[in-house]
């Protein structure tokens, strides 16, 4: 059964068109990836389903609701997280402090939130060890962990990531990876528009390639992987 459902869906930005009619469609429990170039529309289809921007045309459906009319501030509420583009963690508070934040409509759910708290810090034990630390002092990857925790205090049902490698080393990026496939299995459906396409489509169950504002190509994570203009444009393969 699919958790999220999108529509013929067009969002401008003025007077340009940032996604030209997509579909998708992602099932509870799965782990889909979106590709493509900068400028694609990837990160604009996340704001869309966060209600940051409004499209001009089409619907999004969660859970059987149309978040036409939810706005920005309810999202969460009703199971969305999202860990943007660029962390954008508090950086003049805690750790402890942004973590809080991030289940703040939770916070009467006392027991909830300690629960949840524990295990961003099993999943990040870097965190507990800096959980007193400015977040703004943070390396990177540090900031980078610290959204993705921040995004699960919310206790989200469909948690969608944002070029969680950007930036990162090597090392690092196994780590969040790793951490991205814990969280699915845990029951979290996972939305992730990363630039590190291997990396993803060895992450992901399906996947979409989108090209200025429109889906070209869908699939397996394997049939993509697989797929000549995939491996050509995208792989560096020849």
């Not at 390639?209 to 444009?233: H, I």
Request: glycine share 10%; net charge positive; no cysteine.
């Amino acid at each position: 059964m699919a958790l999220l459902v999108i529509e013929d869906l067009y969002v401008n930005y003025g007077h340009i068109a940032a996604l030209k009619g997509i579909n998708l469609q992602v099932a509870e429990g799965e782990i889909v990836t979106l590709l493509g170039a900068n400028g694609a529309g990837k990160s604009t289809t996340l704001r869309a389903i966060s209600s940051l921007i409004k499209p001009k045309q089409g619907r999004i459906i969660f859970r059987g609701q149309d978040l036409q009319r939810v706005p920005a501030h309810d999202i969460v509420r009703i199971g969305i997280a999202h860990a943007p583009e660029g962390r954008r963690v508090f950086a003049t508070l805690s750790v402890a402090e942004n973590l809080l934040l991030g289940g703040y409509w939770r916070r009467r759910d006392r027991r909830g939130i300690q629960e949840t708290l524990s295990k961003v810090y099993e999943f990040f034990p870097r965190l507990a060890e800096r959980r007193h630390q400015l977040a703004g002092t943070l390396s990177g990857g540090e900031q980078q962990m610290l959204a993705i925790g921040r995004a699960l205090m919310a206790d989200p049902k469909l948690l969608m990531l944002d070029e969680p490698s950007l930036g990162l080393a090597p090392l690092l990026v196994q780590n969040i990876f790793r951490v991205i496939r814990e969280i699915n299995q845990l029951g979290v459906t996972v939305l992730l528009v990363e630039q590190n396409v291997r990396a993803a489509l060895r992450l992901a169950d399906r996947g979409s390639v989108l090209e200025t504002g429109r889906v070209v190509l869908s699939g397996t994570a394997k049939e993509l992987a697989q797929d000549e203009r995939v491996r050509k444009s995208y792989l560096g393969e020849q």
